[in-house]
């Protein structure tokens, strides 16, 4: 799997081109031959000159006049405009193509989608594009623990696939700071306790992985050409049914939730 992610700013001529649900989070497009894009909307304290935007906190507005970094324009309000596709529908040299190659090949790629979705591509910066290969760790067998051990990505990286790789991590560095808080009571020796919370993270974290990849793969049947076009369909049919029976849709979200740690203590 191939990404080609760019940014547009985000402007009163942008800002149109969405709906009120995409101008308040993260939007997901599945569309035919397998192509799907990401819609995802970036919205600071501060305004277009870096003042402190009306209704913030005191400690924010505070904060904000003191950050040297927000004489950068990437700390601007944007629109991340994410594109992705098998790589066997892509350019072979994808990954050396520049970035107003990789927004033009975006933009003919998806030239039969809803025209609003078009006019946001095409106003995105064409030298924001950069492609990423898409890749997927595998579990290892368990090492000869020391008091050196891995955490998240370092470890475990998975495709973007549930949206759970910084959660997992999260759960990784909660989970070793109780053990090498125990350690330090000396309530049980300092690789015991790493040898443990390596146990847990292989065990959870390849979970995650698998998932993941389950969800982003070339070998899903929605990217081939004919039956690609049904599964799409009955994907669409589904969610579309989902969202209006609410005791399934709030069961789907609740099964999000506990994926994402939401609803873990331990």
Not at 48 to 62: C, E, F, L, R, V
Not at 227 to 254: F, Q
Request: glycine letters at 8%; hydrophobic letters at 40%; aromatic letters at 6%.
């Amino acid at each position: 799997m191939i990404a080609i992610g760019g940014k547009a700013p985000l402007t009163a001529e942008t800002r149109a081109l969405l709906t009120p649900k995409m101008a308040d989070g993260l939007s997901l497009i599945f569309a035919p031959k397998g192509y799907g894009a990401v819609i995802y909307v970036m919205e600071f304290p501060w305004d277009a000159d870096g003042a402190p935007k009306t209704g913030i906190g005191s400690t924010d507005a505070d904060l904000i006049a003191r950050w040297p970094g927000l004489a950068f324009d990437n700390t601007r309000d944007y629109i991340t405009v994410s594109f992705g596709a098998a790589a066997k529908r892509l350019p072979a040299a994808i990954m050396d193509m520049k970035g107003p190659e990789l927004h033009h090949l975006v933009g003919e790629l998806t030239h039969s989608w809803h025209r609003d979705l078009r006019a946001l591509i095409a106003l995105a910066d064409p030298l924001s594009f950069f492609p990423i290969s898409i890749r997927t760790s595998v579990p290892p067998p368990q090492w000869d623990t020391t008091n050196i051990t891995l955490i998240g990505d370092a470890i475990h990286t998975m495709t973007p696939g549930r949206g759970i790789g910084a959660n997992t991590a999260l759960r990784d560095a909660r989970l070793l700071c109780q053990n090498l808080t125990a350690a330090r009571g000396r309530t049980i020796p300092l690789l015991t306790a790493i040898r443990d919370y390596e146990t847990q993270m292989i065990g959870y974290g390849f979970d995650a992985v698998k998932k993941s990849r389950k969800q982003m793969t070339a070998s899903n049947p929605v990217h081939t050409p004919v039956v690609g076009r049904a599964v799409l369909a009955g994907m669409r049919t589904s969610m579309r049914i989902i969202n209006h029976l609410p005791p399934i849709k709030n069961k789907m979200a609740r099964a999000q939730r506990t994926d994402r740690g939401h609803d873990r203590h331990d």
